[in-house]
Nanobody, 116 residues
Framework: QVQLVESGGGFVQPGGSLLLSCAVS????????MGWYRQPPGKQRELVAT???????TYIDSVKGRFTISAKNAGDMVYLRMNNLKPGDTAVYYC??????????WGKGTLVTVSS
């Protein structure tokens, strides 16, 4: 059974940085894409960044140039480096994995709060 556990969330002032980590365990599937979603308070969940097994990376426009997705150990760890954080980045951030059979796996999320 695949499990994803996020960590690294917290409270930060505008302009600050955080590094979110996602530990992937029990991986008995072939990974196609890793990603990070977020759900701001009172809003719908949105896709923030993706990284495919081919090394292709995508970001939503609002985080381009500020966030960086990366992975190591063949996808056992996935990261989201977030710089120059803004109040609009406040959300619960979720790590996701899509297998090569298009099955989705989700973590339980980590809260990021950006406020002065």
């Amino acid at each position: 059974q695949v499990q994803l556990v996020e960590s690294g969330g917290g409270f930060v002032q505008p302009g600050g940085s955080l590094l979110l980590s996602c530990a992937v365990s029990g991986r008995d599937v072939n990974v196609d894409t890793m990603g990070w979603y977020r759900q701001p308070p009172g809003k719908q969940r949105e896709l923030v960044a993706t990284l495919t097994k081919r090394g292709e990376v995508t970001y939503i426009d609002s985080v381009k140039g500020r966030f960086t997705i990366s992975a190591k150990n063949a996808g056992d760890m996935v990261y989201l480096r977030m710089n120059n954080l803004k109040p609009g980045d406040t959300a619960v951030y979720y790590c996701t994995l899509k297998s090569d059979t298009a099955k989705d796996y989700w973590g339980k999320g980590t809260l990021v709060t950006v406020s002065s």
